[in-house]
């Protein structure tokens, strides 16, 4: 997710709202090859977006650079993590 990328994840993410109601959601990313700081700024948002609402974002199978990214910056404190697409269903279930 980089400069180029982001646009297309900005109207894809603003689609998915509806009103009323905690908004749930869960980002899997595992075929996340690269990620520059247009790619955290939209991670930035949809958390923002989310938390904003009252709702919860877990993010799934963050591939080890995403993660280096997220811990260098300190958002990795900001963001809740899972293992799974199942776990996270079921964590949120939970909510």
Same mark, same amino acid.
Do not use: C, K, M
């Given at each position: 997710m980089d400069?180029?990328? !982001?646009? =297309?994840?900005?109207? @894809?993410i603003?689609g998915?709202?509806t009103p009323?109601?905690a908004?749930?959601?869960?980002?899997?990313? =595992?075929?996340?090859i690269?990620c520059?700081? =247009?790619?955290?700024?939209?991670l930035?948002?949809?958390f923002n @977006?989310v !938390? +904003?609402?009252?709702?919860?974002?877990?993010?799934?199978?963050v591939?080890d650079?995403?993660?280096?990214?997220l811990r260098i910056s300190?958002l990795d404190?900001?963001?809740?993590f899972?293992? +799974?697409v199942? @776990?996270a269903v079921?964590?949120?279930?939970?909510?």
């Open positions: 400069f180029h990328g !982001t646009p =297309a994840f900005y109207a @894809q603003d998915l709202w009323g109601g908004p749930r959601l869960i980002l899997e990313l =595992a075929e996340l690269f520059d700081s =247009a790619g955290l700024g939209a930035v948002y949809v @977006q !938390t +904003s609402a009252g709702g919860r974002l877990i993010l799934v199978a591939p650079h995403l993660r280096r990214r300190g404190n900001h963001f809740e899972g293992e +799974s199942e @776990q079921l964590a949120l279930g939970a909510a």
